[in-house]
């Protein structure tokens, strides 16, 4: 019987939670107390999955860790996995990225704050610096977000391993076509609403970046202020945000089998960061942004202060999905039909930073 792992990071420790014939089971207790989780990932791609962690200790500092056996144990490299090079004079303020590659299967990239991509070829054990993005001639003009200076979003195309997109809060998208050795900004169309030019080539504070499960140029992009397609890899943007009650947010999610099919958490704005109308409500979209559903059957009906960070909203590789998201208040919910209805999992826990979830045999 197919499992689904689900994996929560919060501002105090990663819980793990397990479907079986539709019954959720958390293990006892959270691993990696008193750590900020900001990152993880479920790498299926090998015999065995494996469990990549970005903790964050405010007296040990920022690691990876990982687990061959769904976390009963875990691994910390002797040497740190992340590690910027001397001579950036840069030290790892966190992981917010871990990202098995969708082309090669020994490939996991990170993306860190400062902003930087790292590749690793041992499956996250450790990582090299991309040095052409991160000495990037564009790089000096990079200012940090309201949430520091992250690259935040990794894809990698299953067609082409040259081809990598990542986002930076507050640089925008950039893409290489030739696995690293350039990078060209790609944020055509996006607004940046807080530059007196408000079309910029970069600069644009980039919240997060899905790809299309089927159409693998269409990308969605939740911005600050303003929801956005591309049907071209990053190349262009169109704004996709009529419909919405707000356009502001942090997250965007895929589905992972239907084709136009995303889904977003609308926050009321920058200034007031909590759920559009202070309702507690996600939205799908089933044609590619002409059109947006409010779900909501099983999601609080009451004023709702939770809002959803941008990577505490996901999808697992279900068909239907399972959609997932968790809030600022401690609250995981659940959906196991595309978003149709939800379920409450978890309450009370700590600051949810991100989510992830996928099928285990």
Known sequence: MT??????????????????GGVWRFDDSPYF????????????????????????????????????????EWTEPARPAVKFPEDTKASLERVWQLHPSAAEPDVVYAGTEPAALYRSEDRGESFDIVRPLWEHPTRAKWEPGGGGEGLHTVLTDPRDA????????TAGVFRTKDGGASWEPSNSGVSAVFLPDQFPEFGQCVHKVARDAVDLDKLYLQNHWGVYRSDDAGAHWTDIGAGLPSTF????????????????????GDFDRVP??????????????????????????EDHYGTVLRDALCTDDLDPAGVYFGNRNGEVYAS???GESWKLLASHLPDVLCVRAAAID
């Open 336 to 338: 196991a039909d595309d």
């Open 162 to 169: 040259a081809a990598v997109t990542v986002a930076v809060s």
């Open 249 to 268: 947010g942090f997250a965007v999610a895929a589905h992972p089998h239907r084709a136009d099919t995303a889904y977003v958490f609308p926050i009321t």
């Open 33 to 72: 107390t008193g750590q900020a989780v900001y990152s993880v990932a479920i790498d299926t791609r090998g015999t065995v999955p494996r469990l990549l962690v970005g903790g964050d200790s405010a007296h040990w500092g920022p690691s990876v860790f990982h687990s061959d056996d769904l976390g009963a």
């Open 276 to 301: 559009a109308d202070r309702r507690c409500r996600v939205y799908r979209t089933a044609d590619a942004g002409a059109s947006w559903e409010a779900l909501t059957t099983g999601l609080p009906g």
């Open 3 to 20: 499992e689904v792992l689900l994996t929560v990071g919060t501002r105090k420790g990663l819980f793990l939670g397990r479907r079986r």
